[in-house]
């Protein structure tokens, strides 16, 4: 059974830091594109980011220069580090397989910015 | 701001067809970038229906059919279920944006 878990949401104040992390098991994360994709509350689904299976990584212009995807292979893991936390990235953070290689998701988790 | 276009909500009586249509440009699915859809049900997380433009994965019924064509595609449900009431989004890829773009969802409601 293929299962993602994403953790490391929370509340921060704006300009803060969090690191979200998405555990696999089931699927290996260096195996095919994985990709963060975000929901404000009471809003619609936003791509966030993506790394390549040979690594390479594009982001959305709401967040280039301030998060970065990257992945623990030994852990089979998946991570994003959000760093200049701004109010507009309250949402819920969810980590998400390529559509054509099963289109597994996460159940989620709650990044809460507010002063 | 999104770049796939979706109608807000589409409703339909127990049984009936539905379709939902997801129009973008010559940058994404008008360049032949493949277009998923995605159902989200209250309070979870989004469930891949239609990959490929129309290719349902494993467990997803036949109900639910997918199209593309130029620079549109279109979701259509067949015998409309109660459990069919659920938030539908569209997504591609956008070669001008260089990353991946999801459309502005549709609301579907069983009358």
């Known amino acids: 059974e293929v299962q993602l878990v994403e953790s490391g949401g929370g509340l921060v104040q704006p300009g803060g830091s969090l690191r979200l992390s998405c555990a696999a098991s089931g699927i290996t994360v260096s195996s095919d594109y994985m990709s963060w994709v975000r929901q404000a509350p009471g809003k619609g689904l936003e791509w966030v980011s993506v790394?390549?299976?040979?690594?390479?990584?594009f982001y959305a212009d709401s967040v280039k220069g301030r998060f970065t995807i990257f992945r623990d292979n030994s852990k089979n893991t998946l991570y994003l580090q959000m760093n200049r936390l701004r109010t507009e990235d309250t949402a819920v953070y969810y980590c998400a397989r390529d559509p054509a290689a099963g289109g597994y998701w996460g159940q989620g988790t709650l990044v809460t910015v507010s002063s | 701001q999104s770049v796939l276009t979706q109608p807000p909500s589409v409703s339909g009586a127990p049984g009936q067809r539905v379709t939902i249509s997801c129009t973008g440009s010559s940058s994404n699915i008008g360049a032949g970038y493949d277009v998923h859809w995605y159902q989200q049900l209250p309070g979870t997380a989004p469930k891949l229906l239609i990959y490929?433009?129309?290719n349902r994965p494993s467990g997803v019924p036949d109900r639910f059919s997918g199209s593309k064509s130029g620079t549109s595609a279109s979701l259509a449900i067949t015998g409309l279920q109660t459990e069919d009431e659920a938030d539908y989004y569209c997504q591609s890829y956008d070669s001008s944006l260089s990353g991946y773009v999801f459309g502005t969802g549709t609301k579907v409601t069983v009358l």
């Open positions: 490929g433009n129309n």
């Open positions: 790394m390549y299976s040979g690594g390479t990584t």
